[in-house]
Every structure is written in C-alpha cells, then in structure tokens.
C-alpha cells in the first residue's frame, strides 16, 4: 500500500514535469514575442524588455531557469498586465476559483451520486426515468449552454439571483450550479451504472437467499463496488470543472483564474499560462492520486497485488 | 474458418437461447456473416428513441448543409440599419445585431460544427484504432505500458493542451480538428485493445499465425471488423464530445473565427445579448443541444444493439 | 406432514420476444432429511424451478404465475416478504453453481458467513465469528481462525465453494438447495464437495433439493430423482426407480450419455437437437422431435401429464412412440441421427 502510493506519487510529479516542459516549449514555440503585440514598441525598448523577461537567451537555458523559478514559488511576472506578478494573480484568483470549484464539485457529488443509487435500485420506474432523463439533458447542455440559460431564467426572467460578479453568497449560486449539475448529470449516470453491475452480480443474489434486506444489499453490499466508477470520475471531473471555470467565469463575471487563464491564453501571456497550467495540472496529478488511494481503499482484490 | 463464421458465433452467444425461432436459424445457417449486423439492426428498430434520434439527426444535417442554398440571404450580408430583429416572415429565425439572418448563420454555423465533429472523430478513430489495436495484439509489457500511458492522459486536463495548441499554432480550422481529434482518442484505443486482446485468443486468428500471416494483415483483416462494433459505437459517442469541445473553443473565442461561425460562435454571440436579443441565445442553443442530445441516445442506442453483452438493461 | 410439498408450480419469464414458460406445472414432495435430486439439460427448468421457491426470480421479465409451495405448513409463493425473508438462509439455505461469483468480493468471509446468523439470531458479534470458524473447519478449511478474516478472492474455488457450504449451513436449516454445486469445479474437487454437503446433511439432518446435470451424481445421493425436460417433470421416482427402470426414452437417453455406463471405446453419446423452445406451444410430448423411439403418432393435443405407474414411480407418457425396446437396441438401428438434428433444431 505505501509502496504504491509511493509509486503513484513520483509518477504524479513525473507527469507534472512532462506538462511543464510540453507547455512551456509548446509556448515557446509560438511565433511573436507576448511583447509585441498590438502596441509599437521602438526595437531598443522591446529588446530592453525581452531582456528583462529573459527572453535574450536560448529556450533550454530559460526552461531550466523558470523550472528553477517555479520549484521556489516564483511562477514570474505577468507579461501583460504590468506590475503584477503571476504569483500575485494566483493569490488573489485563486480564494475564488476554489470556492466556485468545491462548490460546484459537491453538488455534483450530493445531487449525482443518490440520484445514480436511487435510478439503479428502483430501475425502470419513475425514480429511474425522471432522473436519468434529466441527467441526460443535462449533458447536452453544456456549460457554456447551460449558463446562459440559468442566467436569463433566475437573473433576468424571476431576477431571484444576480448574474454577474463575485460580492456575496448569492453570486455564487448561478456559477456553481452551472458547473455543478452538468457534472452531477455524469456522476448520476456512472453511479447507476455501477450500482446496476453490483446488483446485477451473483453474490447480491447470495445475499438474497440468506434472507438479506434489500436496504442493507444496497448499503453494504453493493455500495462500494458501485461507486468505484463514479470515484474513477473525480479525476477527468476536476479536470472538467476547471476547463469549465473558464466558460462559467467568463459568463458571470467571476474573478477567478479561469477568467486570468483565457486572458492569458488570447493575449499571449507566456508566464501567466504557465504559472496557471501548472498550478491547473498539480490539482488533478493530486486528485488523481486521491482517487488512485481510494481505490485501493475501496476494492480489497487491489490491496494485495 | 474464416473470420466471417466467428462473427456469427459472436452474435448466437449474444442472443439467449430461448429466442431462436426456427426461421432464425435457419437464417443464420444461409447468411453466416451478416447475421451481427442483421441482429444489431433488428434491436435498434425496437429502439423508439434511438430511431428518433437517428431521423433527427439526419433532419438536422440536411437542414445545415442544404438549407444555406434555400434562404435567400447570404451569412455575411449584414444590414446595419435594421439591427438585431426578432422572428419574422422574412428572417424565421431573426437577426444578428449586424443585421446577419440568423438562419442562415445557423445553418452554417451547424455546417462547421457538425464538420468539426465528423473530421474530428475520423482523426480520433485512425489514432485510437491504431494504437488499440497494437497494444492489444502485441500485449504483454508492451501492452500494459501502452495503456497505462493512456490512463495517464485521461488524466490530464486536456482542453487546457487545446487551448495552448491554438494559442501555438495559430486559430485555424483544420488545426482545431486535429488537436481536437487527438486528444479524443482515449476511449477508442482502450475499446479496440480490450476487443482485440479478447479475440485473438480464439482460433481464427491462431489459425492465420500458424499459417503465417504478417501481423499487419492479421490485424487489418481478422482482428478490426471484429471489433467494428464498439468502435461504431465509441465512434457514434465522440461525435458529440468532439463537437462540445469545438462549441467550447469557439465560445472562448479561441476556435472558429469570425466572420465564420460556428454553434459555439453564435452561443457566444447570443449570450452577450441575450438580455435583449434572447433568439440569439435560443435558436443556435436549441439546435445544438438537440444535435447532441440525439447523436448521445443514437450511441447508447447503438450500445445496446451491437454489444448485447455490455448492455447492462 | 412433508416438509416441503410443491403443486402445479408454474413460473414464466415475460420477454420482448414473447412469453418463456420455464416451469410449467411441476409438482413434488420432499421430508425431513431426504435427498431429491433434480436433474436435466440446461434451461429444462430446474433451476428457474428452486429459484421460484426462494423467490430469488428477477421479477420482471420473471413472475411466478401459480401453483403452491407449502414449507412447514406455510406457502412460500404467497407469504409476505417480511415471513419470507425469516425463511431465507435460516431455514431454507442455498448453495449456487459459481463459487467464484457467489461470494462478495468486496466484504471479508467472516462478514458474509455470520451475516446470516445475526440476521435471524440474536447473537453478538464475537460468538458468531467463533461459530463461523467453527463451520469453516467442518467443512475442512485449515488455518480457519486466520483465514475466516480473508477476502474471497483469497480463496481457490474449491475453497469457495467449501465457504458457501458453510455460510449456507450454518444457521442449520431444514432445507439446503443446491443448484449444480459442483458444476464449476475441477473434477478433483467435484467429489470433495459433494462428499462434504453429504457428511454435513447426515450431521444436520438438513433435506437436500439437488439440482444437476449429471446423472452420475444423483445415482451416488440422492434418495428420490427429478427428471425435467423442457419445464415439466417426464419421470420421477426413487433413485433406483428412475435408474434400473426408467421409462421414459428421455431418461433413457440421459443415462446412455453418462460415460462411466458406456462400453469402453465407444463413441460418447450425445442427445441428438437442441432442447424445446418454451416460449412456443408445445403439442404432445416436448421430447419427441429427439426421441430416438420409433414414432407411432404426430404429437398433438395438452403435454401428458405425469401418471403414477407403480409405487411412487411417475412418468408422462406420450403414447406417440414405441418405447417398448431397451435403448441400446433403438440407437443400434438408427444409423444416422441427422435426421433427428434437423427436427430438434426445427423445434
């Protein structure tokens, strides 16, 4: 068990440095400096800057230099907005983009999960077919579909919850409930999956002849293996929750890195990418090995190899 | 043996026993091959949903690729003057804040994103078939460190690897299709190479290695139509996803650029208006979240026709 | 007062392609302490038959459409689900055919043995676990202090098999339904097991409903045998009734499939065509398009009944072929059975 999350661990940081150096050649390579765009900049003074920034030496030698960099926590200067580190960006932006994260992550969570084990355990009847439906319209409603829509229903419409900014508890509600039921919809759809093969298995049969409640069958008996899919999802979830701050953070005016992530991504903003995808990337290496433990917690046939 | 009598095997193990009526067998004895397919057919018939999706979908296509011809307006043409309109009997769908018809734009704009989705799945079945389907076959460490390359990608925040893709390359079309198409191939190498590790145990293809046949043409020839099934049936699935990922980029401002559209252009477009032009939000938003509601039932339809066995009910 | 007595017990399976009549009126009696084997090929009923007793048919496509099954005086087909499930696994148990798939993979054995017992009894914790070791070396596991604490798939199948065994038996029931118990197992183990739920019945006094395909093995324990074809009873009787004098050509050819009864070097013989399709009416008798008698008759009218002929001894007879020569004589004559695989698969 220790040697495996050992393991998981170092492969973790192994795929941390790969995204790094992927990305930042990957940004490296793009044509155009981010110093000169749109404004004319004298050729002096954009030398000066390059300078400045580092960008006067070869790519290799200033990988190794803004590895270095990130290693101490100095993810560099912002391109283009002056004055402003990358690191101060992050510390501001980030507080937000957390909470609009966790929340919306646990409604998915408490909204998918019991909707799936219900739909499973009453299949084909109303329990199952009010829930699945809805959780298949939901993904087809995308984020970026489903946002507006919230917006123009529950801020312009019923005008119940304002529809842009960040000031107070209830703007946090469009946002989250954004990314969160789209990703409730897939957490319901795997956890019903995975109930139905629990119960579909012999064993629950077994239990039955020993004179088993259905309840415990459920509780005890299927609910661990059930769930194993869904858990295997928190990783691509995060994953999606993030990429989908982007959309619902444009939407609802939400100052979060999502917001600064696609800023940086038009304007060709070198080190607030960087600083940004790796900060994205160690999130998910990190709940994908919460979820690689979990896993091993959950399943005992997996604690022995 | 060839590999066509297998695939009737296949198809009498997904069918329990009771079903066989005489004229069935019967069937199958004069036609081995095609009895898969016919099954498959037969079941997704049963389908209600699936077939309304299918014809929806189909409704959709022909609407986006024929309907540009028929409406008399051109998508780029804009009228400043008459602005943003609502629905009428010249513009059904109204018009965009330049005056565009916002018919024609969707008409269009459904042309680029359901393109994106057809050539992008192509891109993401040759990679994910390819890959599958040697790791499959090759197996042993080969295989096993070729899938756990995959679950580490499926790790990874891939939309941002787009992003950073067209911020590298430049925001061109076919460069999106191809970004997009390689990184949604994942579940298509993981499907091919659980198909063709479970296949090659059996005889035919013990047969063909005995007799000498090059790993190239054992797996172009017995190894790939036999786990056409699930792949038609991830392929049907990624359509959607490919689709999604491409509304996303656009929407962002990072994918189709204007003056071209695309669903996820003209979701955008209608978003920011949509306090006072709320058709703009609507039409394309309906249209597009149709198309994906139908393609998504059309493939669990599909998975439950072609792949009896992993149907869970 | 027999402990359990089935009447005209009839189970349907409710299918898109139309209604599959599993159990079609199957009746039988079994006391305190006896072994009844039933016996048949795949899908002729006999285990859809003890699952309906348990109630264990998925419900739907499956519904038990009639018939009675009285256990101690009560019925089990129409008691409440409350009755039903102080009867499961305390005083009727059952062991299934995959001892692989049977255990839960995710709970430990000492979890799934004493499940049974603290549901029906009121014990704690501790002795329960005492007594599941204690099961657990009746059946000849080793090391079962430390081993009952394992996961299943810490277990061969053999092994398993041995802990479904225990589980099954130790809440000491009336009754242990054993669907093909063996039937996944390496032959080496095959006789373990079955060795081991005799020992443990003659312990007990436990009645034993034994479901196989294998006559061989009925003729080794059983007191009375079963033999369904195509959701009906075609024989029943003693062991040595159905064994020595067994009328009908259906149980006639199941013998002249056992290898160990067949002269040495000769070709193994199979039943000719496939089993009735049951969710087609059946005229006459289900057997006869296999029936390697000589035909006296087209099948026609309601399936025979089963008619006691003498002493217990039951069988339904068809009358529409000559079943007077002994088996051996009829398959010497028909030189080629293609004839017999056509109207079988036809059926």
Known sequence: MAKFITLRFLQGILVLLGIYAVTFFLVAATPGSPFSSERAIQPEILAQIEAFYGYDKPTSERFIASLGNILHGDFGPSAVYANRSVTDIIAESFPVSLKLGSISLAIALLLGIPAGIIAAVKKNTWLDYVPMSTAMAGICLPTFVMGPLLALVFGLIFAVLPVAGWFGPEFVVLPSATLGLYYAAYFARLTRGGMLEMLNQDWVRTARAKGVPERTIVWKHCLKGGLIPAITFLGPALAGIISGSFVVETIFQVPGLGQWFVKGALNRDDFLILGLTVLFASLIVLMNLLVDIAQVALNPRLKYD | MTDHSETAVLGNEAAPLPKHSASEIADEELVEGSSLWKDAWSRLKKNKLAVASLVIFLVICVFCVVGPFLVPYDSQQQDLFLGATGPSAEHWF?????????????????????????????????????????????????????????????????????????????????????????????SMARIVRSGVLGLKKQEFVEAAVSLGYSHKRIILRHLIPNVLGPVIVIATLTVPAVMLLEAFLSFLGLGVQPPNASWGVLINEGQQNMEIFPWLLMFPAFLFALTLFCLNFLGDGLRDALDPKSAKD | MALLEVKDLRTSFYTRDGVVRAVDGVSFSLDKGETLGIVGESGSGKSVTCYSLMRLIPEPPGRIDGGTAMFDGRDLLTMSKKELSKIRGNRISMIFQDPMTSLNPFLRISTQLIESLRLHYDVDKKTAINKAIAALEEVGIPEAAKRVHNYPHEFSGGMRQRVMIAMALITEPDLLIADE????????????????????????????????????????????????????????????????????????????????????????????????????????????????????????????????????????????????????TVLAKTDSPDEAIETGAAE
């Open chain 3, 181 to 328: 118990p063996t039937t996944a197992l390496d032959v080496t183990v095959q006789a373990q097991i079955m060795d081991i739920i005799k020992k443990r019945q003659e312990d007990l006094g436990t009645a034993v409903i034994l479901i196989t395909h294998d006559l061989g093995v009925v003729a080794g324990t059983c007191d009375k045998v079963n033999v369904m074809y195509g959701g009906r009873m075609m024989e029943s009787g003693t062991a040595e009734q159905v064994f020595y004098e067994a009328k009908h050509p259906y149980t006639r050819s199941l013998q002249k499939t056992i290898p160990s009864l067949q002269t040495k070097g000769e070709e193994l013989y199979t039943i000719p065509g496939l089993p009735p399709d049951v969710s087609k009416p059946i005229h006459g008798c289900a057997f006869y398009p296999r029936c390697p008698y000589p035909k006296t008759g087209k099948p026609e009218g309601d399936r025979p009944e089963l008619v006691e002929m003498a002493d217990g001894h039951c069988y339904a007879d068809c009358g529409f072929c000559d079943s007077s020569a002994p088996i051996e």
């Open chain 2, 94 to 186: 109204g018009t965009d804040t330049l005056g565009r018809d916002l018919l024609v734009r969707t008409m269009e704009g459904g042309r680029i994103s359901l393109m994106v989705g057809l050539v992008a799945t192509v891109v993401s079945l040759l990679i994910g078939v390819i890959y599958g389907a040697t790791a499959g076959y090759l197996g042993g460490k080969v295989d096993a460190a070729m899938m756990r390359f995959v679950d580490l990608l499926y790790a990874l925040p891939f939309t941002i690897f787009v992003i950073l893709l067209m911020v590298a390359f430049g925001r061109s079309m076919w460069l999106m299709f191809v970004a997009i198409g390689c990184v949604e191939w994942l």
